[in-house]
Structure formats: structure tokens, C-alpha cells
């Protein structure tokens, strides 16, 4: 595996939002001890097989388990991510393990997961560590019938005389992530307690704010109904969108109908949504001077333009207007949006991918958004060297 980035390895960022700065794969699918760092834009590339994929989905597993999703609905396959040849044992269990490190206010802090795949899958080991390396939360089984592990969590300092700190005991389901059960369980009346509580916060808060993509351009081009104008997962709705954004901020519509100048074929004027007599919407690419008064129906592109203008959209707009769960209790500039996208130049030309890849960086590089993704050569090579871009290629 090689790292590319402007500087090197990512540098540890200042306090800011949390934000994910690395991801690790120790036995995950085809993954062995793998360790990825993550800046504000990272690319994976490498060649079929190499993992990419399923370093996305690891990531995207993550952020379920810190939204409160059980452990099989963030893994809907966990038998899959077993690595290949992982031998069963006695009792007929394998699994696989995963983690992460969030950075933030209260440093850099670690997750470390164990997960039992077959014959049911289940968290049978979590343990979470802080900056100085001391372990704030533990859990391990108890009683292999029961579906809880047993948990502690640092509660103070040792006490005098004594050797170890302190630690509070308790049974946690063995099927949700801990780290995210802990701000309800956790009085905060002690340093230790304050302690165990921002890190939890700092990772579920860097976990919970991302938005897989995955542009469908088959189900992109026919009308769409008005609903809450929120970007659903396949853009499918994305006429709908461009209809509440248009209105909603003037400038970030100007940059979209910039970038579609840049990665659409023939001119291109404006990005525009036309209601239909049913009361469907569906978006048209204004052609300006000359052209059909009525524009070029989204529907008449090609599955490229589609999904460029669908990401496009994505990168320019916010966690609003993204069918995205955040974090209401906290304010939005305390957050940060991770969007991840598979195949981030899938059917797109070199010319799209840069156009693409480079507003990716700008867009970033202003802090609230963070783009994980894999891609081909040509997305890595036009963003390689710059400020914050992180590419790691996957290949031997």
C-alpha cells in the first residue's frame, strides 16, 4: 500500500469538528493489518480486488454502529467480511475486526472492534483508548448465552495506595456499539467520567454526519414527485432538490451551474426544474441563447452527466438539504459532513473526473465537508500533491 498526499501523511489537525483521520482493517475481508489515513478528500485507487470497495463499506458500517444501528444492520453480509481462510473455532465462531481513530477536541481517539460473524454476529470486543493511550471503555463476553458483554469504563484516577484506576462495571447489549450507549450511562461527576465522555461524543459525533452516494442514473430521469427535498442516497429525487436549492442560496446555485458549464456537453446556462402539469418536477439544463426555450430535459443525458451533476450537487450543497442523521443537539459548525462515494468517477470522462476531483478539494478545504472515495488514476492524478488531498493506492 502507498500514501500520497501534498505533505505526506495527513498532520494532525487542529481542534475542529471530530473528523475520522484513519481508518484501520486489521483481518476485514480481504484486508490484513491494513491502515488507512483519511484526510479532508481521500482517494483509494489500486487495481479490482484491491479493496477499495470494501474499505468505503467498513467506513460506512462504522457510521451505522455510531448512529445506534445494530451490529446486523450495519453488516448486513457479515460472513463476507470474514477474511478468506479464517479457520472457525471449536464452537464454530469467526469473525472479523475493525477500527478507527477520531480526532477533535479531546485528541486523537481510538475504536477498536472484535465482531463475531457466524453463527450470529455480535460486538464481542470494543475497546476505546484516548491520546495518552489509556483505555476509557473495555468490553468483553461474560456468558456466552446471554446477548450482553461485560463493559468498563474509567470512572476516576486510582485511588491512594492503590495501582489501578477506578472503573465502573455494567452489562451493555452485545449487539450495539458501546462507545455510542455511553453519554447515556455516564454521569460525568468526575474527571475520569469527563474524560470517557468527550471521547465517546468526539467519535460518535465524527461517526454519525455521512452521507453514502450512490448516484442511480437509471433512476434519475423520470419527473419526480415534490417531497422534502432532501437528496436520497441514489439521487434519485435530485430534480426535486435542484428545485428547494435553486431558491435557497444564490451563489451555491450559481457554482452548480458552473460546474455543469464544465462537465456537460454542448452550452450550457443554467441548471433549471420545470413543474409538469401533474405537479411533478423534473430538472432541464438551460442552453441559453438559441436553443429550445424548454432547455434539455435531465432525462436526454447520457449516465456520465448524470452522475456528475448528481455529486456535483452533493459537494455543493449541506447536510440540510442531505438525507443525512446529524447530531440536532449540536450546532451545525461543531460537525463535520463525510460524504462517501464508491466508484466516485464511475462513467465519467478524464475531463468530468477532474472537474470533479478539483472541486471535491475546494469544497473541503473550507472544513465542513470531508469526501471519501475510490477512484481511478486519472481523479487521483489531478488531485495528487494538493493541500489536503490524500491518495492511497491499495495496489501490491
Not at 451555491?252 to 452550452?267: E, W
Request: proline letters at 9%.
Amino acid at each position: 500500500m502507498t500514501v500520497r498526499s501534498g505533505h505526506g501523511l495527513p498532520p494532525r489537525p487542529p481542534p475542529g469538528p471530530p473528523a475520522l483521520t484513519q481508518l484501520r482493517l486489521p483481518a476485514f475481508r480481504a484486508h490484513r493489518g491494513t491502515v488507512l489515513p483519511l484526510g479532508p478528500v481521500t482517494f483509494f485507487t489500486g487495481p479490482s480486488g484491491s479493496g477499495k470497495s470494501s474499505a468505503v463499506q467498513a467506513y460506512e458500517a462504522l457510521a451505522l454502529l455510531g448512529a445506534g444501528a445494530a451490529v446486523g444492520s450495519a453488516f448486513p453480509d457479515p460472513a463476507g467480511c470474514v477474511p478468506e481462510g479464517a479457520a472457525a473455532d471449536a464452537q464454530g465462531r469467526r469473525g472479523f475486526r475493525i477500527g478507527c481513530t477520531a480526532d477533535g477536541p479531546a485528541g486523537p481517539v481510538r475504536l477498536d472492534l472484535a465482531v463475531q460473524a457466524e453463527p450470529e454476529p455480535r460486538i464481542v470486543s470494543e475497546r476505546l483508548t484516548d491520546a495518552d493511550g489509556r483505555v476509557l471503555l473495555a468490553t468483553a463476553p461474560h456468558d456466552p448465552r446471554r446477548r450482553t458483554v461485560r463493559a468498563e469504563w474509567l470512572t476516576a484516577g486510582p485511588a491512594p495506595g492503590a495501582r489501578e484506576a477506578r472503573v465502573t462495571r455494567e452489562s451493555l447489549p452485545d449487539d450495539l456499539l458501546g462507545t455510542a450507549l455511553l453519554p447515556l450511562r455516564v454521569a460525568g461527576r468526575t474527571d475520569g467520567q469527563r474524560r470517557v465522555l468527550a471521547a465517546a461524543e468526539q467519535v460518535v459525533l465524527a461517526l454519525r454526519s455521512v452521507f453514502p452516494c450512490e448516484p442511480r442514473p437509471d433512476r434519475m430521469r423520470a419527473p419526480v414527485e415534490p417531497g422534502d427535498g432532501r437528496l436520497r442516497r441514489g439521487c434519485e429525487n435530485l430534480a426535486e432538490v435542484l428545485h428547494r436549492t435553486r431558491a435557497d442560496c444564490a451563489r451555491r446555485h450559481a457554482r452548480l451551474a458552473a460546474a455543469a458549464r464544465a462537465g456537460c456537453a454542448g452550452p450550457v446556462r443554467d441548471v433549471g426544474v420545470e413543474r409538469l402539469a401533474d405537479g411533478r418536477v423534473r430538472a432541464v439544463l438551460d442552453r441559453g441563447a438559441g436553443a429550445s426555450r424548454r432547455g434539455t430535459p435531465l432525462e436526454r443525458l447520457g449516465d456520465g452527466e448524470l452522475r456528475y451533476l448528481a455529486l456535483a450537487l452533493v459537494l455543493l450543497t449541506g447536510p440540510r438539504v442531505l438525507a443525512v442523521d446529524q447530531a440536532v443537539e449540536v450546532p451545525g459548525a461543531l460537525q463535520t459532513l463525510t460524504v462517501l462515494a464508491d466508484g466516485f468517477d464511475r462513467d465519467l470522462d478524464a475531463r468530468q473526473a477532474r472537474e470533479l476531483a478539483g472541486l471535491a478539494a475546494l469544497i473541503c478545504a473550507e472544513g465542513h465537508m470531508r469526501l471519501v472515495g475510490t477512484a481511478g488514476e486519472a481523479v487521483a492524478g489531478a488531485v495528487r500533491g494538493r493541500e489536503g488531498v490524500t491518495v492511497v493506492d491499495l495496489g501490491p
